[in-house]
Antibody, heavy 118, light 112 residues
């Protein structure tokens, strides 16, 4: 069974960089699929942040592109998110998930709440 | 990117049928598959429909999906509503020209 687990600080100061990692078990990232990040501000809808293909190609939401970096570490079977220059508007539950280009998100992490506050 | 527009909320009584729409702003709805996710409070989303009209194993056949090219929209229909169906529902598709993911704004379903 494929499982994903987010980890990282739950509190980040404004203007700093938010860093999260998603550990994957039950499937090798290098074998295929897209691996992505989605966020959900409190009481609001889902927002796609970006995805990385198993080959290393990355795709980002245009509204966040200048601040986002997604990378993969195949040796640890995990992928990561960095979001720079955060503000209170970046406060959200951050999910990592596996998806295919046509068939959607099949596996999700449980989500982790990141609060941006001084 | 195109946008996917959903009604903010819908409500219906137990045992009835409800349909949630998802309208694509530009380009053909048939160009890329549409998925539907159910999200209960405090939980991660789960797939109820993928590839326009396919149900994952374990999803009851009360859930069905379709697309309508004339209205350029996708629909999620839930029949025989149960109180446990009360949740937020999101449609999702792709822009295959740039591999970007697009989510609808979500619809809150109330079963009362």
């Amino acid at each position: 069974q494929v499982q994903l687990q987010e980890s990282g600080p739950g509190l980040v100061k404004p203007s700093e960089t938010l860093s999260l990692t998603c550990a994957v078990s039950g499937y090798s990232i290098s074998s295929g699929y897209y691996w992505g990040w989605i966020r959900q501000p409190p009481g609001k809808g889902l927002e796609w942040i970006g995805s990385i293909y198993h080959s290393g190609s990355t795709y980002y939401n245009p509204s966040l592109k200048s601040r986002v970096t997604i990378s993969v570490d195949t040796s640890k079977n995990q992928f990561s998110l960095k979001l720079s220059s955060v503000t209170a508007a970046d406060t959200a539950v951050y999910y990592c998930a596996r998806h295919s280009l046509g068939s959607g998100y099949e596996y999700w992490g449980q989500g982790t709440l990141v609060t941006v506050s001084s | 990117n195109f946008m996917l527009t959903q009604p903010h909320s819908v409500s219906e009584s137990p045992g009835k049928t409800v349909t949630i729409s998802c309208t694509r702003s530009s380009g053909s709805i048939a160009s890329n598959y549409v998925q539907w996710y159910q999200q209960r409070p405090g939980s991660s989303p789960t797939t109820v429909i993928y590839e326009d009209n396919q149900r994952p194993s374990g999803v009851p056949d009360r859930f069905s999906g379709s697309i309508d090219s004339s209205s350029n929209s996708a629909s999620l229909t839930i029949s025989g509503l149960k109180t446990e169906d009360e949740a937020d529902y999101y449609c999702q598709s792709y822009d295959s020209s740039n591999h970007h993911v697009v989510f609808g704004g979500g619809t809150k379903l109330t079963v009362l």
